[in-house]
């Protein structure tokens, strides 16, 4: 039944709601009467315990009941809760690892990898065969050292970022915080650890809160206001308030506890907390990671009515009161039932495509090395080549040769591997062109950074991403009329729609009335903050505003300008306020607000509820595709061609809209509203957006407004670069869909040749098929393709797959699209769809809001934008950047050289360990099988962990091709990376086949020379040795081949270092005792292939031959066929010769 057509208002409801608490009055009232027993007598036990039973039933699992009385301690229930965690439930721990467990856990982590498996499979079998049965062709100590070596390095990698875990858990552990206790009257210092649930706090001005609290006292007043930048990223101040009920229990203070000689602050609290002597009871509903899903109770003895605890009244733990002398808070969720412990889950852990390829690559390499071994022993145990010397049993001769070739996959491949990319990460960080305001880019994870050369879809939000969030009232239409353009102009002191308002309201007839409403509605329909310096206050300046949606601002300052002014917001208590609005001719009305229907995502829409002169009425304003649906009459003739106009002109439309309220009905409403707010179960979220529904219907169309969010900085030349680089670029936004467009085309994304199709305005999965299938044909064959789709059509379209396979078509067929009207989530779904529909096409999302946070998190790479919508994209993002323009250099300079770069060292990290194999395969066939190793141990151990690693961190870490500018005037360079041109099957294979010619050459050519069959003599470990310096000569000679500049210093330095390394490795093991110790048969061997000249002449030889093809096909590639860089960097070349 409609409430508005009651005579009288509705009977008063009790606040208790079914199933929440049975009796609470009677059972409060039970409690207070004990309680107040215990405190006067020694034998309090009993009453204590009667105030205990009456807290403990009516609870379901997850729910907490408390008692704020005097004299009692055991104050809430379950007992459960404050017995966590040794009776420390608030106690936060995120470290890892504890003492016992650290070694053990760190350990199980790295034997997640497959290649330390392996390792630790060639480490028993070094064990068994050294000491067990003796058929191993190496010395233990040189396998079983590097392994531990490198395992011990990774746990106290682990340990050292444990340890600042710790660090920082102590130092949030051990800040004071200060209990109020009801058994002293007095405050209580107490560690933020020892926190209990039912603990009242007092929280000075700028503290943390230590736990998620309900306000229960602020000082002056019951208005706080706190900082939620650490939880939900939102840089503006949210106001918080006591709940209601508390304003109607009587004070119990005497003129002698005013008296005492406290802090001002303590004796205010204390006239507070003996209001509550009788007893406060606080219900709490079932903890949750939603930061607005607060359900709660408050029931005090004396009080008119209960009252339930929502968003306004709750401090979530870590947040920091701002602006407030202090508050007096209750501890409801402590430790782990926090909102910022449950909303402190990682996301899930990203890898980049070629990391996967590597461990593809890995295993590939296994399987190899594996068969290889299978068929030496097939080999060795069929005697092919008649050798006389006795061989061990076939499952012997198998793990005889695993030792021998182990070394073909290198220990330290993902250790050097992951020191490259935080050498990359490091550059982004340190990168000057990207430094906006001070603050430069970040790379939070430097785990993706090959990932951001390779992007074929890129995903952006508009509003704070592509444009600069700074929205300015442009137009508005009120009245059946446009009133005119309110930007400034250089030739104008004052805009023209600011003249054309002035002199429509200084008529005073029926327009000026509707006009003067319009603007009314708009200094009233928000919730800015109002700022007075002392300075304007006195000389009579007009204030100035701040807010949380900037739109809102633009909006009440527009209406200070037509001369209809927000000039204070005063509060009365309870969460209700007055707003003074002054008009034109200087009068003052007061407007009293007892309720705020807030905007979000899904709403898209806010209310007020004033009421003055005894009417009252709701003020709504919101996005056009919502209100529709909300009027009286749908919107007129006039305002509908104001829409399209305003849209088309690229500006952000909301329509306002209002309706005059019974007040008898008003206050059934609020009983409602209040009730619908205490609902603990999963009914509560429906029940108010039934009540809501009630009050947000049969509105009257007032007018539009058009504000103007200005582009950023260098959007439309980024944009132009970024499509021209190859990846396609879609902007995902809750606009208009002629805004958007409009907007798409101011900043380059459609230009005057795109060829754009709309799929638009289907509610119908039939409907959206043949759309897309029309859109499809439309775009067949076109070279500059353009796609518009709007969130009702995708709300149908995503349910089809069939639907779904043509949206991805015809996003490959585009080079931009434009997605409008789109709830977070659906930003989301876009992104799996791309995700799902081609796992080779990498995504990178781009947003600055908390609404972007899904999609973020959805992309390969998330990138986030410092804004003014807050931090949390940048708090779950892989990179921050200030500027959308910063993502031209951030892909076309970083990006484009890190996918090189790591391209290149997988292909060479294997490259290399390959051609060591390839000597150890030719040495099998020419030693018949018998399993024996080819270079002295110490040697080939060595290989990687001093000769070929380190000095890749220098050449490839700091191998630049050509400078920033080029490269990204260059855009067509980015194109290798979206087309895998440097890493793919035949560029790895390719790498692989010099591999087994170098490492063939490296051997054969010293063995031909001086070498000898008989092994063990001198001479075949001089020829051995000999080899193995052909090794390191190719490998790193190769290096310096596959460098984009093989003669820069960067290049040369830590090549020769390296080199310079193995050869005093060399002299150590051949001239010294320790040498001598462990690689007995390599004493004086490094002199014999200096002096020996047919052995010296080997070492120039055998790399000139290995390399010849190398460098040749180097020189006739470069000089013939030259790639797109090599194309630029002989015009940058030439240019600057010029």
Known sequence: ANRAAHSGPPPPASGVLPGVCRSPKSSLRMAAQKAQGERESPAGDVGSRNARDSLSHGLDEGERRILCKFGVSDNVRPDSLNDQLGGKPNFLRTTQFTPLTWLPKSLFNQFKRIANIYFLFIAVIVLFGSFVIDFSPKDWRSKIGPFMLVLFWTACKDLFEDMRRRKDDKAENMQVAKKYSFQTEQLENVKWCDVLVGDVLYVPCDAAFPTDLILLKASGNETAFISTVMLDGETSLKERTMPKVFLDVADTVTEADLQKALPEYQRDGLAFMKKLSVGCEVKMGVPSSALSDIRGLVMVEGAKSDYPVGESNFLPRGCILRNTPYVLALSVYVGGDTKTRLNATQASLKFSNMQIALNLCVRLLLVFIFSVCLFATIMSAANVFGAEEPRHSFPIMFLRFCIAYYHAVPMSLYVVYEMLKLVLGFQVNVDKQMVHEGEGAVARTADLMEEMGQVDFIFSDKTGTLTANEMVFARGHADGQDLGDFRKTESSAEPEGVMNVKNILAKGDASSEAVAWYFTCLATCHEVVLEVTGSEASTGNKPSY????????????????????????????????????????????????????????????????????????????????????????????????????????????????????????????????????????????????????????????????????????????AIETLKAAGSRLWVLTGDKTETAVEIAKACALFTAATNLVYCVDCTTKDAALMSLKHAASELSGATDAGLVIDGGTLLVALTSQECRELIFTLGMASQSCICTRLSPMQKLQLVQLVREADVKRITLTIGDGANDVPMILGGHVGVGIRGKEGAAAVQVCDIAISQFRFLVPLLLCHGRRSYR??????????????????????????????????????????????????????????????????????????????QRRLFNRMVFSKWMIYAVLHGAV????????????????????????????????????????????????????????????????????????????????????PENIVTQGDVFATLLLGPAIALALDILERLVQRNKFPTDLQKAEFEYKAGSKV
């Open 546 to 717: 701040t807010g949380m949606s900037p739109d809102e601002v633009a909006l009440v300052t527009a209406a200070q300008q037509a001369g209809i002014t927000f000039q204070r917001r005063n509060r009365l208590g309870g969460g209700i306020c007055e707003l003074e609005i002054q008009d034109p001719t200087g009068k003052v009305s007061t407007y009293r607000v007892p309720e705020v229907l807030q905007f979000n995502s899904d709403r898209k829409r806010m209310s007020v509820i004033l009421q003055s002169g005894g009417r009252a009425w709701c003020i709504t304003k919101g996005a056009d595709s919502v209100m529709e649906g909300l009027l009286h009459e749908g919107f007129p003739e006039a305002a509908k061609a104001d829409i399209a106009k305003f849209a088309k002109t690229g500006l952000r439309v909301l329509v306002i809209a209002a309706r005059e309220i019974d007040n008898d009905w008003l206050q059934g409403w609020l009983m409602d509203y209040q009730k619908a707010r205490g609902i603990f179960d999963e009914t509560k979220e429906s029940k108010i957006k039934q009540v809501i529904a009630e009050m947000e219907k049969d509105l009257r169309f007032v007018g539009l407004t058009a504000v103007e969010d200005r582009l950023q900085d260098g959007v439309p030349t």
């Open 901 to 978: 770069r790591v391209a290149v060292f997988f292909c060479y990290y294997l490259y290399k360990n390959f051609v060591l194999l390839m000597a150890d395969l030719v040495w099998m066939f020419w030693d018949n099988f018998q399993g024996n190793i080819a270079f002295p141990e110490y040697l080939s151990i060595a290989f990687n962990a001093f000769f070929t690693s380190w000095h890749v961190l220098f050449v490839l870490g700091f191998d630049k091709d050509v400078p920033d500018t080029v490269a990204c005037s260059h855009p067509e360079l980015y194109k290798v990376g979206p």
């Open 1002 to 1085: 490296a051997w054969l050519v010293p063995f031909w020379m001086v070498g000898t069959s008989e092994y063990g003599t001198r001479t075949f470990w001089i020829a051995s040795t000999a080899a193995f310096t052909n090794v390191i000569h190719i490998t790193l000679f190769k290096m310096i081949i596959a460098a984009e500049n093989p003669f820069r210093c960067v290049t040369l330095a830590p090549t020769f270092v390296a080199w310079f390394m193995f050869v005093a490795y060399l002299w150590g093991i051949g001239y010294t005792a320790l040498g001598w110790s462990v690689q007995p048969n390599m004493k004086s061997i």
